[in-house]
């Protein structure tokens, strides 16, 4: 998948950016999608993930609230919205994909299950 970046990657605290993920080269509906994370030194952590049809998503704790996960399989797109956000949200962000049709987006949400993944994109959350 090609991560296509939309909105500054340099917010101030309680402000909002919307990512958006771009796939190419297989049916996209096939796939369910989610967001990740990352700082230095930590593991990659699960943000956000959507089933095929988008009709389960699944949000972790620490956004839940927040961050809106939404996909268009017409435009071959998955969109990350993030509202309110923290300076402890800062991290370099990945969308990953995971084929097949899971009803419920559960099945997204560990990286280790993802099978295709954009590059990251930096977000830094000024206090």
């Known amino acids: 998948v090609q991560l296509r970046r939309l909105g500054r990657g340099l917010v101030q605290a309680g402000g909002s950016l919307r990512l958006s993920c771009a796939a190419s080269?297989?049916?996209?509906?096939?796939?369910?999608m989610g967001w990740f994370r990352q700082t230095p030194g930590k593991e990659r952590e699960f943000v956000a993930a959507i089933n095929w049809s988008s009709g389960s998503t699944r949000y972790a704790d620490s956004v839940k609230g927040r961050f809106t996960i939404s996909r268009d399989n017409a435009k071959n797109t998955v969109d990350l919205q993030m509202n309110s956000l923290k300076p402890e949200d800062t991290a370099v962000y990945y969308c990953?994909?995971?084929?097949?049709?899971?009803?419920?987006?559960?099945?997204?949400?560990?990286?280790?299950?993802?099978?295709?993944w954009g590059q990251g994109t930096q977000v830094t959350v000024s206090s």
């Open positions: 080269g297989r049916i996209f509906s096939m796939y369910g």
């Open positions: 990953a994909a995971r084929p097949g049709r899971y009803v419920d987006a559960y099945y997204y949400t560990d990286s280790n299950s993802m099978t295709n």
